[in-house]
């Protein structure tokens, strides 16, 4: 059997390691704020393979967090909201945005109590952070596995533009594979669920 390394998961926005060929030049940069939540930057390149530089627009919005939570008797939470982008409702992982000062595990347990009501009872399990968008986005998504988390209190009032699913395994499955939860990050960080045996799906 291969043994891997131990690997340090860096966010998206840090450079890495160059994998071919020699990094274009940054020769002008320019940011604007769009809203609270996102910049729009724009970077002049000269390639070494174009005559003319290029110029690239990117987004910066907050980094993401979404958490799989799952409970001891294999109920899964989910979301269902309306999302603009799209023009119509998604099926998603509960999440948010990072807020300044605070942790992504601190806030996929806040996303996860506000929008489903489910509690953690233990720690967060940290996923390695993804890339949402290698072409338009610069921010980084973290995912977390939450097992064995608790119902929500007698008291629990949902959100206004969120509503709570909950899904059996079966019925997780087969959302994923009819395309009814589509969010590519958050397939992902079901997969890397699935690859680390957090979690079992029937096929």
């Known amino acids: 059997m291969r043994r891997w390394a131990a690997t340090v998961w860096p966010s998206c926005r840090f450079p890495q390691a160059e994998i071919v060929g020699k990094k274009p030049e ?3 940069e320019n940011a604007t704020r769009l809203s609270p939540w996102v910049t729009l930057n724009e970077r002049t390149y000269r390639f070494a393979w ?3 530089p290029q110029t690239f627009h990117s987004l910066r919005p907050q980094d993401y967090v979404n958490v799989l939570a799952v409970t001891a008797d294999g109920r899964i939470p989910l979301v269902k909201q309306f999302r603009p982008a799209l023009n119509r409702y998604t099926l998603e992982l509960p999440g948010g945005l990072l807020e300044v000062g605070e942790t ?3 806030r996929a347990v806040l996303e996860l109590e506000e929008e489903t009501g489910f509690r953690a009872t233990k ?3 940290a996923l390695p952070p993804l890339c949402p968008d290698t072409g338009r986005l610069e921010n980084a998504l973290h995912g977390f596995i939450l097992l064995d988390v608790a119902d929500p209190p007698g ?3 949902p959100e206004n533009e969120v509503e709570r699913l909950i899904f059996s395994r079966q019925e997780l499955s087969r959302a994923l594979l009819e ?3 589509d969010h590519a990050p958050h397939v992902s960080i079901i997969g890397l669920a699935l690859l680390k045996g957090l979690l079992h799906l029937p096929i």
Do not use: F, T, V
């Open 26 to 28: 940054l020769i002008a």
């Open 50 to 52: 174009h005559a003319e």
């Open 104 to 106: 992504p595990a601190r």
């Open 123 to 125: 720690e967060p399990i």
């Open 155 to 157: 008291d629990w009032q």
């Open 179 to 181: 395309g009814q939860l």
